[in-house]
């Protein structure tokens, strides 16, 4: 059972908000509408979100459609959804308003301000590196609930915890050794930290743990190289992973030679990242970096005729993240005139137009868009709504009203964030799904918080 958290200071306006919020009062107050929109405003501010969404749709009927209005709707509901019972929604919740910019940080300051709080909410905020949440946190390292520990190490400072971050990285709950193991990235270079998270790198039968630990080490710098090397053949690929992106950090030439050895080998999952690893690595201050970037992205285009459709999509996805893909937009562009899989041709539309052919990348999306009716044409209709093609819009538009949620879900946040069109998405602040209903306030939200810089 969660701990009942202590009371803490009564709710109060944001602190963007009490000059802002009287004069938007003033505004609001202005027209036929304003009486609702007060109470909307209040139903904001007291996280009552059905009925800042009652009020929403009777302003409809009378005025229309505001965005201001509607994302104190989305706000409210967010609040709201952070008090229920069922974790996963509370977690959803919050993650969305932490994504809103400073408007979103400011509604969780006054959740964790309001009687009662829900643990995750000081978290989120802690893990944002707000003071006065890990503040709080720090202050709960005592509590008997296992929780409440796990989540107090959030607060935790790795020089001023270090004793106790050190004991409970042997704790025998492992959610425990793994929350503190990761903090003490922080401890660097404590030699007592460093021998620590090298045996609990090696000894630990949780791959959460272990993994947590060898990210840990690569700030330890050249001592932690050893350990690192040695858990290249963990046998957990996350781990594996996790080791040589620290080795990379901790020792950079010798996590350059062992991705090197890694591309020496038949093409697999493991060594797409690794290639990656090494482009994203290159500088212009290391005399091999041209060479290692050249090396790294020969692998990933190789692996783009590989007869895998799914290391094909997996080197598609990594090529679309890198930076600086002109030199290589003809390769892309030729691969993609050549796909069959869709899945692959979607990851590669979005490389080619980050390579500056925007054109062949959109004629790709839109083809899927025609072929595939599934997440992959809903995807390309995303990335298409982003770049403003009203076909990728009329798709989310009719997906928001599919039969399965997570087509709702995913067009719910594109109409509203990647397409700009939050008042579109209005509706499925009512949808019967909760997850529906929490991603479409967050992508209202976000819109908002670009829209206003």
């Known amino acids: ?132 949440a890990m503040r709080f946190l720090r202050g709960l390292a005592d509590h ?36 503190a193991c990761a ?8 030699p007592e930290a460093l021998r620590l998270l090298s045996e609990r790198a090696r000894i630990d039968p949780m791959p959460g743990v272990r ?41 950079e030439d010798d996590g350059r030679e ?22 994203r690595a290159s500088s212009k201050e290391r005399a091999s970096s041209d060479e290692d970037r050249a090396s790294g992205m020969r692998h990933l285009l190789s692996a783009l005729q590989h007869p895998d459709p799914s290391i094909r999509s997996h080197a598609a996805v990594l090529i679309s993240g890198l930076p600086d893909l002109k030199p290589y937009a003809r390769a892309l562009a030729q691969r993609l005139g ?12 979005r490389a080619v137009i980050r390579s500056g052919e925007e054109q062949m990348g959109r004629a790709a999306l839109r083809r899927l868009l025609r072929e595939d009716h599934g997440m992959i044409g809903l995807q390309a209709a995303a990335m298409l ?7 990728g819009i009329e798709r989310l538009r009719e997906a928001l009203e599919a039969n399965d949620p997570s087509f709702r879900l995913v067009a719910a946040w594109a109409l509203a964030r990647e397409a700009m069109r939050p008042i579109e998405v209005w509706r499925a602040l009512e949808d019967p799904e909760p997850l529906v209903r929490i991603r479409a306030a967050g992508g209202i939200l ?8």
């Open 1 to 132: 059972m969660r701990p009942m958290l202590p009371k803490t200071r009564s709710i109060r306006w944001p602190k963007w908000g009490l000059a802002s919020v009287l004069g938007l009062s003033w505004v609001l107050g202005m027209g036929c509408g304003g009486g609702i929109r007060m109470e909307i405003m209040r139903a904001a501010q007291q996280g009552r979100g059905s009925t800042a969404l009652a009020h929403y749709k009777t302003l409809r009927k009378e005025e229309g459609d505001d965005e201001e209005v509607l994302a104190w709707v989305a706000e409210a509901l967010l609040i709201e959804e952070s008090r229920v019972q069922e974790k996963t929604r509370r977690e959803a919740a919050l993650r969305e308003l932490l994504g809103a910019g400073a408007r979103g940080k400011e509604v969780l300051r006054r959740i964790t301000q309001a009687p009662n709080p829900p643990l995750e909410a000081f978290v989120v905020l802690g893990g944002a590196s707000d003071r006065d």
């Open 446 to 453: 976000a819109a908002r918080a670009a829209r206003d810089g």
């Open 338 to 349: 050549e796909e069959k899989e869709p899945q692959v041709r979607l990851g590669l539309a």
């Open 385 to 391: 709504a982003g770049l403003g093609e009203e076909r």
């Open 144 to 179: 008997p609930d296992l929780e409440t520990r796990v989540a107090s190490v959030v607060g935790m400072s790795a020089q001023e915890d270090l004793a106790i971050l050190l004991e409970w990285c042997d704790a025998f709950e492992p959610e425990l050794r793994e929350r």
């Open 183 to 190: 903090k003490l990235a922080g401890a660097a270079p404590d």
């Open 211 to 251: 993994k947590a630990c060898v990210r840990a080490l690569g700030f330890f710098g050249k001592p932690a190289a050893g350990v690192l090397l040695d858990r290249l053949s963990d046998g957990d690929g996350s781990v594996r992973q996790a080791a040589l992106e620290a080795l990379m950090r901790a020792s």
């Open 258 to 279: 062992a991705v090197r050895s890694m591309l020496a080998i038949p093409i697999h999952h493991e060594g797409l990242e690794a290639a990656a690893l090494l482009v």
